[in-house]
């Protein structure tokens, strides 16, 4: 289950309300945490504006693709370099 604060900050920054969306939410930024961690980047360097970004390109499931942003894997890819 996602970080409480994480969860609060990623729900700030998409616009979203209420308890209704936690658990999804949760998973979303659970797999976003995940995926950074496994590229290289510390837990340090994992901001909430990043894993937004990844939530929010994840949530798309409309469009059928499922795809990260380039800017999502350009960040991703700098962080990873951040000592």
Aim: proline share 0%.
């Amino acid at each position: 289950m996602a970080d409480a604060q994480m969860l609060i900050k990623v729900k700030s920054a998409l616009g979203i309300t209420g308890d209704y969306l936690n658990e999804t939410l949760s998973e979303y930024i659970d797999e976003v945490m995940t995926f950074l961690t496994d590229a290289g980047v510390k837990s340090g360097n994992i901001t909430a504006g990043i894993v937004s970004r990844g939530v929010s390109d994840l949530w798309n499931y409309g469009a059928g693709d499922g795809k990260l942003s380039s800017y999502f894997m350009q960040r991703a890819t700098q962080l990873s370099y951040k000592s």
